[in-house]
């Protein structure tokens, strides 16, 4: 009986034995959630930023990239010249990559893509900033010339963008549902309405970078409360923006997760419809600006986490100037402005807020401030992306919204004619063009900050704050972006600690 006793022990301890070393080899796999579903997968195509949180960097690749500090560094192409006028760009490209399904990237595919992307029938969400190319020529498989019609100072960080990756000329036009790119990561499946799921590329291209995780899994799920329950119960690894600042706090407390503030480009402004009565009179936008106090916003719709701004740039930004001051909180003021403006009465009108809960709390804490100088707005929840990018984007059927700008250095939006919101000004036009062909990084920042100037003046939006990048995760997952200089989540190089 000792015997059989002895055998059956130890059979047991080397189950147990072995059990504790699956148990202790770390998982090749994680599960990142998402606030939004992106409409489709396919970032040269549409403006919402959920599509490169998904695919830019994981599925989709540049010539370029942006790292983790905000740097331009090479990716396909491995290599650049720029001629002494600011004019050519040379690049040499990488050799041997090819695209999920098997076709080559080179050139030609390159070429596809840029022009693609400026071509009459692009609907790519950075359009205007292919506009300054001129020719693509593919001198040879290796080798790609951009030629512009005048400098553009900023030309290679925008093709570090989600909306400037490589796509392939056969498969380019279902990129939509099927994505298919070059990055170390490939497309394996999507459930409508609550997951994304991508698996590790075998024949990825840069060996040095051949990510830890075999399988990515993007679950989305809107609501605050749903989200800590997949984090608590382990049915969620991440959620590197966690949408609630107020359910933030206990996972500080807890040793089973990291809770990291970072910083984002995430500027929350209320745009206002300028091209509509009221907004068309400058002074009734400043007493809707002095009406605001940031800091209370602040608290009141993010729980204390939140950066004021005093014009359309983010404070990590090169160049910010925090121009918070030149329409400070001063309710007296607004009423005053509000009745030079023939307002001495209040005025009424409508704003469309994304079901985000930024977004919605934001809202909330505005009209309270404006009812306090004797305006009436009125709340009219509308669904995010879909119904927002077409009532407000496309058609501006709006008086006011909010909603938090995500791209960097985003400023040169107001100079665009069609832009949503219906601001005209020369004066900025040009400084915003002179700054975009300007090659002197010195130069083009004081341009830059004479744009914020007269934004901070202007008002064309209520610029309110910048959000935090609320980041919550398992502790034992490393390698997650904690800043986010650039709206993304690249989890190539994410991995579970031993």
Known sequence: MRVIKGIVGGLALAAALSWGAVAAQARDDVVLGLSIEPSGLDPTVAAPVAIGQVTWQNLFEGLVRIDRDGRIVPQLA???TISPDGRTYTFALQTGVRFHDGEPFDSASARFSLDRARGAASTNPQKQFFGVIDAVETPDAATLVVRLREPAGNLLYWLG?????????????????????????????????????LERNPSYWDAARVPPLSRLTFRFIGDPQAQVAALQSGG???????????????????????????????????????????FDDPRVRRALMMAVDRATLIEGAQSGLGQPIGSHYAPNDPGYIDLT???????????????????????????????????????????????????????????????????????HDFDMTVVAHAEPLDIGIYARPDYYFGYRNPA??????????????????????????????????????????????????????????????DLTQVRWRE
């Open 78 to 80: 491995r290599s650049w």
């Open 236 to 278: 969620v690894d991440a959620f590197p923006e966690l949408s609630a600042p107020e359910l933030f706090g206990p996972f500080k407390a807890d040793p089973r997760f990291a809770a990291v503030v970072g910083s984002t480009d995430l500027k929350v402004v209320a745009g206002m419809n300028d091209a509509r009565k009221p």
């Open 325 to 395: 001051g030149v329409l400070p909180f001063d309710p007296a003021r607004a009423k005053a402005l509000l009745a030079e403006a023939g307002h001495a009465d209040g005025l009424s009108f409508t704003i469309k807020v994304p079901q985000m809960p930024y977004a919605a709390h934001t809202a909330e804490v505005l009209q309270a401030m404006f009812a306090d100088i004797g305006v009436t707005m009125t709340i009219v929840p509308t669904e995010f992306p879909a119904k927002w990018v077409a009532e407000v984007f496309k058609d």
């Open 428 to 489: 900025f036009d040009r400084t915003i063009a002179e700054a975009e062909r300007t090659t002197d990084a010195g130069a083009r920042l004081a341009l830059y900050g004479t744009a914020q100037r007269m934004l901070a003046e202007d008002v064309p939006a209520l610029y309110l704050y910048v959000l935090p990048k609320l980041g919550v995760w398992n502790a034992k997952l490393e390698g997650l972006w904690v800043n986010e200089p650039i709206p993304s989540n």
């Open 161 to 197: 963008w989600p909306a400037s990756v490589m796509v392939a000329p056969a498969s380019a036009a279902a990129d939509r549902v099927t994505p298919v790119g070059t990055g170390p990561f490939r497309f394996a499946s999507w459930t409508k309405g609550d997951r994304v799921v």
